[in-house]
């Protein structure tokens, strides 16, 4: 079936690193790939999404592209700052009929002063 | 995208009761979902309510558990019933925008259950 892979965390940063999440998927045929940030006591929000191959998406800084080749949609941000310390999921769907949200287990990001 | 609450925010339930979940969005959406994310885990998908339909329960969710009702197209309802401590979860509701491919999220409820 269609999965989703993330790496382990957590992912321990000071302020102003640079931030890779890394993402990989398997899927049979070409999904829609989305990362959603959870801040501490909240729900889920769509960070960003990219719909089909060579695609970036991009929101607050935080950018990732699609990569059919390494079917990988790993996250990266510039300059991290203490106010994104959350968890991050990576997720895909299928686009042919409807089909359910799959997510990774979650990532959790941690930026020290 | 869409504005969506949820009620309650949080709530603390004896073990054999039951808790209603509401969820209500600022727009009129075919799809709505409900979520149940259990401490330190990713998201499951626990059923798909599409007004005037009955929902769709995913695999390990029986309606008996966990019935809902999606009475019109800006609110949805999620009952736990005869709770037990492994319910203890956060359940969020999503909504599917621009088709069904993307999904925003309420801020979801935090279920504590003894």
């Known amino acids: ?113 | 995208s869409a504005v969506i609450s949820q009620k309650p925010s949080r709530d603390i339930c004896q073990r054999g009761t039951s808790l209603t979940i509401q969820c209500q969005v600022d727009s009129q959406v075919t799809m709505m979902f409900w979520y149940r994310q259990q401490p330190g885990q990713s998201l499951t998908l626990i059923a798909t309510a599409n007004q005037g339909s009955e929902a769709t329960y995913e695999s390990g969710f029986v309606i008996d558990k966990f019935p809902i009702s999606r009475p019109n197209l800006t609110f949805s309802t999620l009952t736990v019933s005869n709770m037990s401590p492994e319910d203890s979860s956060i359940y969020l509701c999503s909504v599917g925008l621009q088709g069904w491919e993307t999904q925003y999220f309420g801020p979801g409820t935090r279920l504590l259950v003894l």
């Open chain 1, 1 to 113: 079936g269609n999965s989703v892979t993330q790496m382990e965390g957590p992912v321990t940063l000071s302020e102003e690193a640079f931030l890779t999440i890394n993402c990989t998927y398997t899927a049979t045929g070409y999904p829609s790939l989305f990362w959603y940030v959870q801040y501490p006591g909240e729900g889920l929000q769509l960070l960003l999404k990219a719909t089909k191959a060579d695609d970036k998406g991009s929101n607050k800084g935080f950018e990732a592209t699609y990569r059919k080749e390494t079917t990988s949609f790993h996250l990266e941000k510039g300059s991290v700052q203490v106010s994104d310390s959350a968890v991050y999921f990576c997720a895909l769907i299928m686009n042919t009929g409807f089909q359910k949200l799959v997510f990774g287990t979650g990532t959790r990001l941690l930026v020290s002063p």
